[in-house]
């Protein structure tokens, strides 16, 4: 074989070679990308601290932290993150935070277009109210069958949505607390893990496929629907990939406004009535003033037999097509309207004057007088402003006085291991004492820092 020689222009090349730019954090790439169960963010950064072997915890605040700029995020501070971690469904959201993480992780992975993650594609024509699920639900047959074929366990952005109560690969509802603990679980959590409770570290997952067969459902009128939103959203976020989906705010007002041309010869009250829709709100949305919650458009377009998509997107022939279904019409009730109580004013001030004058132990706050008498809050608080500031202040009074009471507890407690250290020859340092007293954490309080300076002076220490 002859083997050929380099040339010196082959071997002398005055230009450095260009590396490619390396990124922060791994380059993990997002499951299921371009179909109805597309990751969410959430699932994404859970499964980002796991590449790394860290918990989430340290990946928010050594990582995020320093590019986001909410200030109770920047620094750190277990409050912060504690906040962080209560909003984590806002993460998923069409809001300003969505958008942060957004941009923090993709500067951070070097990965881009992670927006189709989250609802950030709808934020123009979705309305945020009731829009996602507070805590964490999942479909048990998914994890496990991904579980079974070895495939990534992680959590589709489709089961945040507040709408979507099953799941449409299983038929079967999604489940909302842990079958082992009993718990809701949050969708971060300090020691989050894809597939297992961050509790009691129970995996979610089906058992074994016994269960997973018994957990299907026949269809009834109801899990219809359910079916039907949770396949329709589906086809909504498969489209979350796409620069341009061409459906704009007023999209909607349209489609409304198309509607009732059509079913109800542009009767606004006459179309209200049929959905026991106030008439008002239905006047709002025709004009574009306000935007339906989302679970309002899914009644409106399962109602009439119309696709989520072809609705907000105004396809002609889907609506020159509309049939109003009656018995639909007859299942869904949009809003259960209640007729308001009759608020007797000297008789609520007559009740509160009472609970005032009460020495029950301890005293209620609003939240439960206001329940007890059955009006909001804020109803009673315009009415009877001074009574209100009265039984709230004397609730704060008590509190103050059990912490107090507590306080002086523990000072005590603290005298008493001075002592018995002292005994028994041990240096009575804040971490021995705080071993021996029933609540170490009141070393926050100043009171008892003095104590234990003042106990240790008298022993000479």
Known sequence: MVVRPYSNEELWNPHPYQLPKRSRLNHIIPVAVGTPFIESLTSYITRLAQSHSISISILMTREFAPLLTKHYIQNGSKKGLSTLFNRGAAINSTGELAQLLVNSVEKLTLKQNLSALTLLPFRDFLSSRELLHKTKVWCPDCYQEWRNLTKTIYEPLIWTLK??????????PLQTICSNCKRQIPWLHSKSRIGYCPYCDRWLGSSNKTETTSNSITLSSKFEKSLWKSKALGELITKSGENS?????DNIAKAIREIINITHQGNIASFAKSLNLPRNTVWMWHEGKSIPKLKFI???CYCFDISLLSFLQLEKAAFQSLDINCQKLTDTILIKRVSPKDFDSEKIENALQTILNSQQIPPPTMKEVAKRLGFDRRIISKHCPELCKAISAKYRRYQNQIRATKIDECCQEVRQAVSALIEKGE????????????Q????????????LKDAKSKQNF
């Open 163 to 172: 709408d979507v109560e099953v799941c449409s690969h299983h038929n079967r």
């Open 440 to 451: 170490p954490g009141y070393f926050r309080y100043k009171k008892v820092r003095m104590v």
């Open 298 to 300: 899914l009644d409106i």
């Open 245 to 249: 989906l061409g459906i704009k705010q």
């Open 427 to 438: 240096y009575p340092s804040e971490a021995r004492v705080s071993r021996l007293i029933s």
